[in-house]
């Protein structure tokens, strides 16, 4: 099977995953690597990325050619408000008529045109009694698709996937944790936004992007610690103290409590599709799940148990190329570029 790069194109950085096969369903990591991508590259990228996609599409090939890829083909994602991911129920129906039905679906719930869009679906479940189907519906604007196609033409890479960032985790969760049937949520907290996403019965319930992200916390550390981003990104992240302790941990305290909410507006929302559903943990990603004491908070506010999910140590890998201690630090922040790896990793 074709061999891909997992290739999670942020607003802070790019971070990318080459993954091969061993025997059964374990991954063998080939390949690792995460590159910054220049701040004018954040703003409006989805919207004008004219300005930007230079540079990013350059960042993005220096950081695929470190990686020597014999082929450059790239699984990618696309996220936030471009994208729309949906559990629907529907009637039995052929594929033709289901087809329709999903977009009569798409065209009423969508908060952008369908002539706009790209649509796809998965059967999740069949209702062995009434045939009726549980669907999985993603939606897509075709213009972030666009952009991302152009990004990775400019960096001399050949598209395989389009993926959405939401479902590109719960492949990376249910890889690392096959027929696992839990209800858990996943969380992954980037730079400019948390993708988040509730399994009920091992199956996805609720996607969605919320608001957000580690990047306003460095900004805000900053702007009360009088630091550049560099030196509120270690203050952050506990490698250096801050200047005004206090400051430092409110702006913590206050991030924390943002995040937390964006999960609960999440959880309510597969409240109203389970009434009774009820996780049994939460797993954090993302460069700022790796803030000290951020699971703690979390597991304190949920009264769930939380952990940092860092799918890298599940794969095998050889300790000549790949120090241990570097990839439990940076672990966390591949989960989506590791679920993207997985789409046509080279399984054997």
């Not at 091969?20 to 919207?47: C, F, I, S, V, Y």
């Not at 389009?162 to 690392?176: K, M, Q």
Request: one cysteine or more; charged letters at 20%.
């Amino acid at each position: 099977m074709l061999r891909v790069l997992g290739l999670d194109i942020g607003s802070y950085a790019a971070k990318a995953t080459v993954l091969g096969g061993l025997a059964g369903r374990q991954a063998k990591l080939l390949g690792l690597g995460l590159a910054q991508l220049p701040l004018e590259g954040a703003p409006n990228r989805e919207d004008d990325p004219a300005p930007a996609r230079a540079a990013v599409s350059q960042a993005v090939k220096n950081l695929a050619a470190s990686l020597r890829l014999s082929a450059k083909y790239v699984s990618a994602s696309v996220g936030g408000d471009s994208v729309v991911v949906k559990k629907i129920s529907l009637p039995a129906a052929g594929d033709s008529g289901l087809r329709a039905a999903i977009l009569a679906e798409a065209e009423q719930g969508l908060p952008f045109p369908l002539a706009e869009a790209s649509v796809s679906h998965q059967v999740l479940a069949r209702d062995p009694d009434t045939g009726h189907l549980s669907v999985l519906l993603a939606a897509a604007r075709n213009q972030a698709i666009r952009n991302r196609l152009e990004v990775m033409a400019e960096a001399g890479l050949k598209p395989a996937v389009i993926d959405v960032d939401g479902l590109a985790l719960c492949n990376a969760y249910e890889f690392v944790n096959p027929g696992h049937g839990d209800n858990v949520v996943l969380a992954d907290i980037g730079a400019g936004k948390i993708a988040v996403a509730v399994l009920h019965n091992g199956l996805p319930l609720v996607i969605r992007d919320e608001p957000g992200g580690g990047r306003n916390l460095t900004d805000d550390i900053g702007g009360r610690c009088n630091l550049s981003r560099p030196q509120a990104e270690a203050v952050k992240f506990g490698a250096e103290p801050a200047p005004n302790p206090g400051e430092a941990a409110e702006a913590v305290d206050r991030a924390a409590a943002d995040w937390m909410a964006a999960v609960e507006r999440v959880l309510a929302a597969a409240r109203q599709e389970a009434a009774d559903y009820q996780p049994s943990r939460i797993c954090l990603s993302g460069g700022s799940s790796l803030i000290p004491g951020l699971a703690d908070e979390f597991a304190k506010h949920f009264n769930i148990e939380t952990q940092v999910f860092n799918p890298l140590l599940s794969a095998a890998y050889n300790p000549r190329k790949f120090d241990t201690e570097y990839l439990r630090h940076v672990g966390p922040q591949m989960a989506v570029s590791f679920g993207l790896a997985l789409r046509k990793a080279d399984f054997q």
